[in-house]
């Protein structure tokens, strides 16, 4: 039986090593790559494997990951 995937919207983040660097990916209208704090000023990927993908296409030292987007607007309203 295959699984069917849940499309929810994701971001793409990555841990800060500074509480001053913003931790979510946002692409401009542009098309460069920035980072920014505000989950709802980055970037929605239609999926995790979506933001998960990009994730992957970003360097290796930045360690980036999907996550839903909703968790992280959670979190940043517990803060």
């Known amino acids: 039986m295959p699984i069917r995937s849940l499309q929810t919207p994701a971001v793409v983040s990555r841990p800060a090593v500074h509480a001053w660097e913003p931790a979510r990916y946002l692409i401009a209208s542009d098309g460069a790559p920035h980072w920014t704090d505000d989950p ?40």
């Open 40 to 79: 709802l000023a980055a970037t929605a990927f239609a999926s995790m494997r979506e933001a998960a993908r990009a994730a992957l296409r970003l360097p290796s030292a930045l360690r980036a990951f999907g996550l839903p987007l909703q968790s992280e607007i959670t979190a940043r309203q517990l803060h």
